[in-house]
């Protein structure tokens, strides 16, 4: 049997993933815009909230006029006037005076601060008893307390969020550049490979990994284009990977689990214009037979056809380059929560490869633990049962019983 070529680590191929250009620009509306990564940094074109608003109901004072005053010990304001929702006031507070504001009321010239209602009573028609002090500043916001123009909001590489869109409406920002979507190809290859929709014969399999790829390719946040189904013939491959060039950002090809086919994977990927093999072999398991070849600026991949390694490869393998090419952190399992709970068992492994262990969550007399779920690579039923991945450091000849680990789980 041959060996795999050049083995490289984990770390050096995430390594390379972080030296992959960004993709290029493009605007989009901001209710599309979430999930998309700014092109960018966004600065403010104004200030905002531009002028000094109320955050209670209550009257705007001068502070000094409250100052020393207490329950015992009211003061005693003048009203002049009341804030009008949506309007500049047309009058100033003077001394001794307030006037009565609502939540997001502008602040009328001469008050620096707004007395909560709950402080104050009215001591006849036109007077406020105050009966509490205030600071300058307290319950408002000033006109750049949100941001001030020319401010950096957010940086280039940051993912939109709900918060975010509601800040760029704040700022009157209909469009966001954001950076273009990766489109990546999906080929499934192998002879007893058959459509979702055909009875499999003895001897065949369906087709799981373009549907399990075509969800975790939109779930990192790129376009997935699926290819269709292609045999372990060079023409054949050679003809879709062509294809799948010609459109799109990255090709993922699955399958070529056996050597033979594995090294068919790598000619058909060489052949093309500027390829360059990256990587043949990565130290991790499950997901070793992963081949990357580079070519001009686009990324031919090969990954395992077992669905268990499929997946683990492209959370460990893929996905970073997907971050990359939308200019953030080549990071693996950036979207997975985090658990922290004792082994309820020993896990073997292997020092000099990384190895990613299917678990789920489970509980003895209340205390919560994380229990491997083993099983062979190409059982899918253990993705299912399974709530995360356990990483064992490839240093590590395994983790023990009631040692404290955690699980990357899955999104």
């Known amino acids: 049997m ?12 995430q390594a390379l993933a972080g030296e992959t250009a960004v993709l290029s620009a493009e605007h989009t509306a901001i209710t599309t815009a979430a999930g998309r990564t700014l092109a960018g940094d966004l600065a403010a074109p104004h200030d905002l909230p531009g002028f000094s608003r109320s955050t209670m109901d209550g009257f705007a004072v001068r502070a000094r006029d409250t100052f020393g005053c207490s329950e015992t010990a009211p003061a005693y304001l003048e009203l002049c006037g009341e804030v009008v929702m ?21 602040l009328p010239a001469g008050a620096d601060a707004v007395l909560m209602v709950e402080h104050t009573r009215m001591a006849g028609d036109t007077t406020v008893e105050a009966a509490k002090s205030v600071a300058p500043g307290d319950n408002i916001l000033g006109p750049t307390d949100d941001a ?16 975010d869109i509601g800040l760029m409406a704040a700022l009157g920002l209909e469009q966001a550049a954001v950076v ?60 879709v990977v062509g ?19 594995r090294d068919l994977t790598s000619e ?8 360059e093999l990256l990587v043949h072999g990565v130290a991790v398991s499950p997901g070793k037979p992963f081949i990357w070849v580079r070519a001009g600026q686009k990324h031919l991949l090969g990954l395992p056809g077992q669905v268990a390694s499929c997946m683990v490869a492209f959370y460990v393998l893929v996905e970073p380059l997907i971050e990359a090419m939308l200019g953030r952190a080549p990071l693996a399992f ?8 004792q082994l309820a068992r020993n896990i073997p492994s292997t020092p000099g490869r990384e190895d990613y262990i299917r678990a789920r969550l489970t509980s003895n007399n209340g205390t919560g633990l994380i229990e491997p779920v083993f099983g062979k690579s190409g059982l899918i039923t253990t993705l299912i049962q399974g709530q995360g991945l356990v990483r064992i450091p490839a240093d590590s000849e395994g983790l023990y019983q009631g040692e404290t680990v955690e699980m990357l789980l899955f999104p």
Request: glycine content about 10%; charged content about 20%.
């Open 334 to 341: 950036r979207r997975f929560g985090r658990l922290s709970a």
């Open 148 to 163: 001030a123009r020319g401010q950096i909001l957010l940086r280039a590489g940051h993912e939109l969020r709900a918060q």
């Open 86 to 106: 949506g309007r500049e006031p047309d009058f100033n507070v003077q001394p001794g005076r307030c006037a009565k504001i609502f939540t997001g009321g502008m």
């Open 180 to 239: 273009r979507r990766p489109k990546v190809a999906i080929v499934s290859t192998g002879d007893e490979v058959v459509p979702i929709s055909g009875a499999p014969a003895p001897g065949q399999v369906r087709d799981v990994n373009t549907y399990t790829l075509d969800q975790l390719v939109r779930q990192a946040g790129a376009e997935p284009l699926v290819m269709g189904l292609a045999p372990d013939d060079r023409a054949a491959l050679q003809e």
């Open 2 to 13: 041959k060996p795999f070529f050049n083995v490289q680590s984990v770390a050096r191929v």
């Open 268 to 275: 058909v990927f060489q052949s093309f214009p500027q390829a």
């Open 243 to 261: 294809r799948a060039l010609d459109t799109c950002d990255v090709v993922l090809l699955s399958g070529g689990s056996s050597v033979g086919t």
